[in-house]
Structure formats: C-alpha cells, structure tokens
C-alpha cells in the first residue's frame, strides 16, 4: 500500500476494551461504537460492578437497546473479579456468553474499589477460568502508594503478572492498555497465552499532552500517559504486525463537569472517532497497511472468535468532531475536542 493512499477499506474491526457506562449515558456513547466497530468487549466496572452472569445478560440487554436500529453491534460481556467471585460463576457466565473476567487491583482506577486485594484469593476462580477458555483481562498496575504512578505498570509485571503466568501457564491473559515500553517487551516474549490491547490516545500522545499550555484533564487517564520512548514503543508494537497486540480503546466517559474538577476523574473519550485516530496513529508511522491486522484480526483471533465479515472505509479528509456530546444531564468532551483530524469514516 503506497503510503499516499487517500481511501482505506478494513474488514470491520472490533474493539476489545470499552467502556459504556449505563442509563442515559449508553445512548450518547453506543452509537458511537456501534458505528464503526462490529463488536466491542464492554467493561464490567459499573457501581455496583457486574459480578454475576445474569446482571452480564441484563446490562447486555441494556446496551443492545441502546443500538440505533439498522446497525449491527455485539457487545461481548464481561465479569469484574472480585476477592470472593465464587468458581461455580465461571460456569454460568460461560453459559450466557460472558467472554472475559476483569482484574482490577483494588483502588487501580475508577470505579475499582471492590476490586482484587490479593491476587491468591482468585485461583480457585481463575483455575474454573483456564478450565472454560474465559480470559482474564487485567489493569496491570499495582496501587501501593509508594509506587511513583509512572512505574506502577512496569512494577506490575515484575510483582503480579509473571507469577499469575507461572501458575496458570493456558490461561488467556490480556494485558489491558499498556503504556510503557517495558510491558510491550514482555508480552512479545510471554507466549502464545498473553496479549495486549492499546489505546489509541497512548499511540498518540505522550505525557506532555497533559501539562501542556496548562492542566488539560481531558488528557489524564489511568495507566496515565507516560513519557514519548514509551510510546514510540507502543506504535512499533502495533505496527509490527505481531499478533498478540490489537486494539482497545480504552474509551471512557465522564461527564465533563467531573473531569474539569479538583479531583478530574481518569478516562478519556475517543469512541466518537476511534478509527479516524488510530488511523492518524498509523498514518504518522507510515504503517496504514498494518492497522487492518491490528483492528479486525489479531483480536478476534486470540479471544477465538470468528473475525467480521463487514467492511468500513475511512477518507483521508480534514474534519473537526464535535467539541462535547450530551450526556445525560451533562456534557462529554472527547479527547483532543475541539481538533481537526485527518481521516474519516464514510457513512
Ligand atoms: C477507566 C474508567 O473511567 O472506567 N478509566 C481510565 O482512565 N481508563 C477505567 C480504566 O480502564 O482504568
Ligand atoms: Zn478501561
């Protein structure tokens, strides 16, 4: 493919992490998704989170209600892991279609309170998980607050993740949004069991994006954005055509309101524009001919599912999105409102 190309046509893609949020929020933001991706794995952590297979169904239920009629979209749903998750769950998520449990260390991120204290306390429910082919997808950072927030992931792997590998050698793990050259490094290495999602915002940016001009809280997400070797080594991940990296956008919604605040909440929203700007990622690394493998192969086939049969074409075209959205009561600002971007999606 020259890298000129003007007009891009993939297999549908799907998205492999996501947040959705529930009520009104899911009619802003599942349109969004549902417009481009054929499939999407929706995050678990809710208040109260989803723990269970039949509140999996009923929020499943929700999101498909939120779809505009004439689109077709796949919300594959997933459990939050708790302490006490009890092994005979697994079972039934597995019966409703529930494809991936979600580790998130207590306190990680938002909405992670009832999260895992000690990874020990799971095995009896991540050996049930190995057993039924359900994948754990993990926030691989660890929360002590002597961690710099900067190496927390890095730690992680060292503390947390090569353990869990050891001790469940076929479990499907996908480390989720990583941001650091150290845990593209390992997952290359970690075997035909370990997998990573990456964002779009951490291919795009580096941490000054935060800082710059003044605090810009629609930049701050968890893992927060790290320094630029570290996403130059994100992009070469994505773009070698390895395929245990693919995407998940991480997108995450907050009412603007809660993100322009003392204490913003960590997320940013990119579902308004996902592929226009992993394309633009892509496109800056003169890799458009990967970004195919990368959206709509690699991660069906690590969660062994069939891949689209669809297509979308982006537009090489200068377009701005809109700066908010409603959202509710509120309003969502997407990352980077407000600037024009270089690819677009035909209707
Ligand atoms: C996510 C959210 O808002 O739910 N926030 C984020 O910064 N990515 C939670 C998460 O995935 O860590
Ligand atoms: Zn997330």
Redesign the pocket.
Known sequence: MPPSIDTLTLTRPDDWHL?VRDGEALNTVVPHTAAQFGRAVI?P?LKPPVTTAAQALAYRSRIAAAVPRGMSFEPLMTLYLTDNLPPAEIARAKDAGVVALKL?PAG?????DAGVTNLRKTYRTLEAMQRAGLLLLV?GEVTSPDIDLFDREAVFIDQQLIPLRRDFPELKIVF??ITTREAAQYVESAGAFTAATITAHHLLYNRNAIFLGGVRPHFY??PVLKRELHRQALVSAAISGAPQFFLGT?S?P?PAHLKEHASG????YTAHAAMELYAQAFDAAGALDKLEGFASFFGADFYGLPRNSGQITLRRETWTPPASFAFGAAELKPLASGEALQWRLQN
């Open positions: 947040h995050m952590n998130y990680a991120t938002t909405n992670s926030h989720e949004h997400c968890l991480d995450a907050h909440c960590a997320g940013c």
